[in-house]
Every structure is written in structure tokens, then in C-alpha cells.
């Protein structure tokens, strides 16, 4: 079947605009999960969700940040009033329950903040 | 303040050697470890695990060991491929269980 799919693939904003970037997980996957990967730094964890909701926020950067999900499907990752420090690449994955260890990741939306 | 360190930017090895990658973290409370394997352009692709109860894990040419007391942990491929190449992310689970604490990763090239 489909993998985890991300739109758009490539993202370019002027800075203080707001972007949203969507995750379509694998059907069927109830934990969903973003990340991301700025320029020469590791992977950083921003957020999962166990269904729709997400118990742990604190993983996101700034209260410019936010994601939601809605029918347990697709997600959206909200960026506010966009900073150049936002620009990375930002991932998302799904997973059949809430395991670490069963991630599919999909090829995620390179956002660059001018 | 890096919770989950991998000091190594970079490791070069010859095709059918071992390959060690080392990860350090500060907290003792993290229970479970992960390494994950990243190709350009792609997502990241989950290796292995290990639980703090084990000091070992073996999945064909890859295994973990972890080291509680001096709070390490490695991956050793062997033998080393040139598909190999990639880079190497180490990862905790947080107390809570409710999110991943990555190192900055260690960029493998294996030679043939």
C-alpha cells in the first residue's frame, strides 16, 4: 500500500508568513509523528499523536508551533509568523500502535524561510 | 544541553570490516535506546533497539550494546557494506515515553 506521504515537498516563505504542512500516515496507523532536521543538527522530535490527540507538546520550539489531527488520519503542522530559524526539513511518520520501533517515515517538506 | 551524544561526526571504514558507532547519554532514567539509518533525501529507517534489561541485541549483521554504568551505548556492523553508507542517528525514549531524544548522528562511509 501508499507510505506516509507529506505535501508540499518543497516549501519557500518570506519570513513572518505563516505555513501549514500536511502528513497523510499509512491508513490504518493510529501514532503519528513529527520531526525535524535543520541544517547540520540531528534529528529533533517536535510531537506524536496517539489518535487525535497529542499528550506531550512540550517537543515544539516555540509557542509559534502547533499540529493537529483530525480523524485520526491526516495531520497538519502549523507554523506561525515564520523565523529564518525555522527553515529545515521537517518529517513525518506513523506507526501501526504507539511504538518506536515500527516508524515508517515519509520524505518530508523542506521549508526554507527567507 | 545534549542528553543523547555522538561525538563522532564521521567514521570511514573498508568494505568487510566492523564499523562501531558510539552514543552516550546523560540520563540513567532512559530505558530504551534505537538507532536509526538516514540516506539523503530520505526518512529515516529504524535499525534496532535495545531495552535497558538487556545489555545486548543482535539483528543479522547489526548489533547493540549497551553499557548502563557508563551510560553508552554502540552499534557494531560487521562486515561493512558500501550500502551501508548513510547516517547514523542514536536515539532515547524520554522518561514519559512520550517522545524521542536523538544525537546529532554519525555520518558512515564504507569503502570497497
Known amino acids: 500500500g501508499a507510505g506516509v506521504s507529506q505535501s508540499p515537498s518543497n516549501k519557500v516563505t518570506e519570513k513572518g508568513k505563516d505555513v501549514e504542512l500536511r502528513c497523510d500516515p499509512i491508513s490504518g496507523h493510529t501514532a503519528l509523528y513529527w520531526y525535524r532536521q535543520s541544517l547540520g543538527q540531528g534529528l529533533e522530535f517536535l510531537i506524536y499523536?496517539?489518535?487525535?490527540?497529542?499528550?506531550?507538546k512540550s517537543g515544539l520550539p516555540s509557542d509559534r508551533f502547533s499540529a493537529e489531527r483530525t480523524g485520526g488520519s491526516v495531520s497538519t503542522l502549523t507554523i506561525q509568523r515564520t523565523q529564518q530559524e525555522d527553515s529545515a526539513v521537517y518529517l513525518c511518520?506513523?506507526?501501526?500502535?504507539?511504538?518506536?520501533?515500527?516508524?515508517?517515515f515519509g520524505p518530508g517538506t523542506r521549508l526554507t524561510v527567507l | 544541553d545534549q542528553q543523547v551524544k555522538q561525538n563522532s561526526p564521521s567514521l570511514s571504514v573498508q568494505e568487510g570490516r566492523i564499523s562501531i558507532l558510539n552514543c552516550d547519554y546523560t540520563?540513567?532514567?532512559?530505558?530504551?535506546f534505537l538507532w536509526y539509518k538516514k540516506y539523503p533525501a530520505e526518512g529515516p529507517t529504524f535499525l534496532i533497539s535495545i531495552s535497558s534489561i538487556k545489555d545486548k541485541n543482535e539483528d543479522g549483521r547489526f548489533t547493540v550494546f549497551l553499557n548502563k554504568s557508563a551510560k553508552h551505548l554502540s552499534l557494531h556492523i560487521v562486515p561493512s557494506q558500501p550500502g551501508d553508507s548513510a547516517v547514523y542517528f542514536c536515539a532515547a525514549v524520554n522518561q514519559a515515553g512520550t517522545a524521542l531524544i536523538f544525537g546529532k548522528g554519525t555520518t558512515l562511509s564504507v569503502s570497497s
Open positions: 511518520a506513523s506507526s501501526p500502535t504507539r511504538s518506536w520501533d515500527t516508524q515508517y
Open positions: 540520563n540513567s532514567m532512559f530505558d530504551y
Open positions: 499523536f496517539q489518535g487525535n490527540s497529542a499528550p506531550d
